[in-house]
């Protein structure tokens, strides 16, 4: 069994602080990959400002480069757009593969807002990467209030594939300043770099358009 960490999110842009925290996240849980799955479009973002998906697609492949890392638009051809279907069906799609999904703790403090989000749950186990400014509201959310008594021991990270889920698990990482939002804002048009990109979707192996 190959053992695949799944980051959802934008990625508007893909930047190196996504690349060091699922590199970090790779060693603390032992996995073999991590895949970046670049949503189409995310239900609980605004579509004013979004950038083409083949844009955020080429950009996050071009940060990826040379890791154990790959990013994807599996959700355009699963045909989902909400996270509770696409992590169904992904499971459905590789049932040779372990997954664990992967989120920061700016998404835990506002995860009772998902659609499902008991069952991503109860689908596959949790790893939450610390942000900075976010800890203290995500142990004090909604979600964490429901999922505080599945929490394990970051000590035991690395034998994520044997828990019954729900499962949790806090890692605590050297806080990153960078975002999408700071760099959207130093330059908001950067995606007319990859304006003319063909990208092929490593999973799929389907050209995004």
């Known amino acids: 069994m190959t053992r695949i960490g799944l980051l959802g999110g934008s990625f508007n842009p893909a930047h190196d602080g996504h690349r060091a925290i699922s590199l970090f996240a790779a060693r603390a849980l032992g996995l073999d990959e ?34 154990p890392i790959r990013a994807t638009a599996i959700e355009t051809y699963l045909r989902t757009r909400y996270t509770s279907d696409t992590l169904k069906a992904i499971a459905r799609q590789y049932p040779r593969n372990d997954f664990i999904w992967l989120m920061g703790a700016d998404n835990l403090a506002q995860f009772s807002a998902w659609r499902q989000w008991r069952d991503i749950a109860r689908e596959m186990p949790i790893a939450v ?19 505080r008594r599945f929490v394990r021991s970051a000590r035991q990270s690395a034998d994520w594939t044997s828990w019954r889920t729900p499962a949790l698990v806090l890692l605590r990482f050297r806080p990153d300043p960078r975002s999408a939002t700071l760099l959207r804002q130093a330059d908001p048009l950067w995606h007319r770099e990859y ?15």
Do not use: C
């Not at 239900?43 to 979004?50: E, F, R, S």
């Not at 509201?137 to 209030?145: F, T």
């Not at 304006?195 to 358009?209: G, H, Y």
């Open 129 to 147: 990467i610390a942000r900075p400014g976010y800890d203290r509201h995500a142990r004090g959310s909604v979600a964490m209030s429901w999922l």
């Open 34 to 67: 991590v895949w970046w799955l670049v949503s189409p479009g995310n239900p609980l973002k605004p579509a004013k400002g979004m950038a083409p998906l083949t844009a955020r697609l080429a950009r996050a492949q071009h940060v990826a480069r040379r890791a």
């Open 195 to 209: 304006s003319e990109a063909r990208v092929r979707d490593p999973l799929t192996r389907r050209l995004i358009v």
